[in-house]
């Protein structure tokens, strides 16, 4: 008889538990419980409501706000109004007890609560081109540089330590894990394609189109410039048919407006993908801001010519994954930008600086073939970054043809 009240009681203490265990995952999975639909169903076969909840919870709450920190409720009883009290009361509760404030705002649906529990993405995490953000940017001139004219072992790329520490400078809004720099799946990722053929291929397109060179002679270019250059390389070099897009996408009635730029460029490479299904390859054109005293420039075939970095989003914040931007083409957006990488190390030693790692997609999960690229900064000249795309169709094409850079 005693082992059996035991096993029932035990059998209580896991049923509460579960229960428990439920009801925390149902509230912290992304919505509210009222708004949960799995929680409206199972509303609707109990005799429950939230309000009993609701209730029980801020009495529990006052409850405790009264028997341990009665300073709390002391206004309530008294009756007097005593702005020193008052805040010293609220830096009790925001500072020593923030759940009840928490619980106050979940309930009341307050917009700092409410944007965790809900579908609606708020705007602060649209994946616009925000200035503020893209200020956060590591340093790119502090960089170590790349490419050292050899090439890299099997075994050392598979070594994560050694991949991020060689390759690749993560910025501080987002983190790197081992899943994303598998090195045996990055490097094994094929990514060839037959080069020859009269359908387009490669699309060169540039979501900041009104980023300009140094001024030279009274002279400059943009990035446009340097998108067809790229494209007259691909094409009359190496046979691959291009569609170059020139739109102008961070301005708006004309002034400089980067706000939506990403999603105005992202809808126009939808389309044109729509309407060109035989294009496998997607590269967004970008110029660099560094310091003053910095100049990206190596010299290749005798002839100045600016540094590039690959560029990858990897749909994640330090505060953890951004569902809504999910990219399916990470992992072979991230082959592309690595293998890339290597081969520049193999023929053009301090061509490229490191792969710069940031948190958003950057339209990067259109295609699997998709790359950011910065062509130098605000500090080369244009004849500088056109000549930097010889290089790099030459790399393209190795990479499209099948080459891999790695004993």
């Known amino acids: 008889m005693y082992q ?37 169903e199972f509303a609707k076969k109990i005799p ?10 801020e009495s529990w709450i006052n409850h405790a706000q009264n028997e341990l920190v009665p300073l709390l409720s002391y206004e309530e009883y008294v009756e007097e109004d005593n702005v020193l009290l008052s805040f010293l009361c609220a830096v009790i509760q925001t500072e020593l007890f923030p759940v009840q404030q928490y619980s106050v705002d979940y309930w009341n649906g307050n917009d700092n609560i409410s944007s965790l529990y809900s579908d609606k993405v708020p705007d602060y995490f649209t994946e616009a081109d925000d200035e503020s953000v893209e200020n ?3 340093d790119p001139g502090n960089m170590d540089q790349t490419g050292t004219g050899k090439t890299y072992s099997f075994t050392k790329l598979t070594d994560y330590k050694f991949l991020l520490d060689h390759f690749y400078i993560v910025d501080e809004t987002t983190t790197m894990t081992k899943a994303d720099l598998n090195g ?44 067809k250059k790229l494209a007259n390389e ?12 020139t739109s102008i996408y961070d301005q708006v009635n004309g002034k400089l407006d980067r706000n939506a730029a990403y999603n105005y460029a992202g809808d126009s490479v939808e389309a044109t993908l729509k309407k060109y299904p035989s294009i496998q390859v997607v590269l967004d054109l970008h110029r660099d801001s560094v310091e003053d005293s910095i100049h990206l420039v190596t010299e290749i075939d005798g002839k100045k010519t600016a540094q590039i970095m ?29 293998q890339m990488q290597l081969l520049a ?51 393209l094409y190795r990479l499209l043809s099948g080459e891999k850079a790695y004993q």
């Not at 429950?48 to 919870?57: H, T, Y």
Request: net charge positive; charged share 25%.
């Open 184 to 227: 045996k799946k990055l490097l094994e990722t094929d990514l060839s394609l037959p080069v020859s053929g009269d359908n387009p291929m490669v699309l060169i397109y540039h979501t900041h189109g009104s980023e300009t060179y140094k001024k030279t002679k009274g002279k400059t270019g943009s990035v446009v410039d340097v998108g």
């Open 310 to 338: 690959f560029f990858n989003g990897v749909s994640r914040l330090k505060s953890g994954e951004i569902d809504y931007l999910f990219n399916p083409n990470k992992t072979e957006n991230l082959a592309f930008s690595l």
């Open 136 to 138: 956060k940017k590591k």
């Open 234 to 245: 691909l094409e009359n070099k190496y046979g691959i048919s291009v569609i170059h897009d």
């Open 4 to 40: 059996n009240k035991i096993n029932f009681t035990r059998i209580v203490e896991i049923l509460l538990m579960t229960i428990f265990l439920v009801l925390c995952l149902m509230l912290f999975s992304g919505h509210r419980l009222v708004d949960n639909p799995r929680w409206r």
């Open 48 to 57: 429950l409501r939230m309000e009993l909840w609701k209730d029980a919870g």
């Open 345 to 395: 190390a193999k023929y053009y030693p301090n061509y490229t600086r490191k792969i710069y790692i940031k948190g958003y997609r950057y339209n990067l999960h259109l295609v699997k073939r998709a790359m950011l690229i910065e062509v130098g900064a605000q500090n080369n000249t244009v004849t500088e970054a056109k000549n930097a795309m010889v290089p790099l169709a030459e790399l």
